[in-house]
């Protein structure tokens, strides 16, 4: 037996996902401009210094590598700065985000739930039928007519339990079934 999960009619829904990393960049970007701006620094003053190395220039090229070292240093002050500043928005977007997670989840588990009584109620449908046809095969066992066997359905969905008859039951059945199949064929679950 595989162990990936069971397929669901949810699992190609955009709206459980969020934020893509291009999103994130971007967000991550405009919220903290000075860290990229200090890397831009850095790899500048590298590039000066090895071009004023192949020149020959030592005093450019001393003046560049201190200018990568303050580039360096204030970069690593824009991030700690960055992150004490963005602390506190950080930890609630962490728990935001955390409890949209948590929804999500909740959603997606109730749905499969229903997906999951829905089959099941379909399947104690076609049990009874089955049975209600092995009995009128056999000739009818209780002196019940044909057209008076009845079942019950609707105890797997908590409503009590009602009393349909059996070609009632077999139209009603076969509709739901025909309309889940036409609906899954035109892709609309």
């Known amino acids: 037996m595989s162990n990936a999960p069971l397929p669901s009619s949810f699992d190609h829904d955009t709206d459980f996902y969020e934020e893509n990393r291009w999103q994130k960049f971007s967000r991550r970007l405009k919220e903290e401009p000075l860290?990229?701006?200090?890397?831009?620094?850095?790899?500048?003053?590298?590039?000066?210094?090895?071009?004023?190395?192949?020149?020959?220039?030592?005093?450019?090229?001393?003046?560049?590598?201190?200018?990568?070292?303050?580039?360096?240093?204030?970069?690593?002050?824009?991030?700690?700065?960055?992150?004490?500043?963005?602390?506190?928005d950080r930890q609630k977007r962490k728990e935001f985000e955390g409890a949209v997670a948590e929804r999500k989840a909740k959603e997606k588990s109730e749905a499969w739930i229903r997906e999951l009584e829905a089959r099941d109620l379909e399947d104690k449908e076609m049990r009874a039928k089955r049975d209600?046809?092995?009995?009128?095969?056999?000739?009818?066992?209780?002196?019940?007519?044909?057209?008076?066997?009845?079942?019950?359905?609707?105890?797997?969905?908590?409503?009590?339990?009602?009393?349909?008859?059996i070609g009632e039951?077999?139209?009603?059945?076969?509709?739901?079934?025909?309309?889940?199949?036409?609906?899954l064929m035109q892709g609309k679950k």
């Open 35 to 88: 860290i990229p701006l200090g890397c831009v620094l850095t790899c500048y003053a590298l590039l000066g210094a090895t071009r004023s190395i192949r020149r020959g220039d030592h005093n450019t090229t001393n003046k560049m590598f201190r200018r990568r070292i303050y580039a360096q240093a204030f970069t690593l002050a824009a991030m700690v700065a960055g992150s004490m500043y963005y602390q506190t």
């Open 132 to 165: 209600a046809a092995r009995q009128a095969a056999r000739g009818g066992v209780g002196g019940v007519g044909e057209g008076k066997k009845v079942v019950e359905i609707g105890e797997a969905k908590g409503e009590g339990g009602g009393v349909v008859k």
């Open 169 to 183: 039951a077999k139209d009603e059945a076969t509709g739901k079934i025909t309309e889940a199949v036409k609906d």
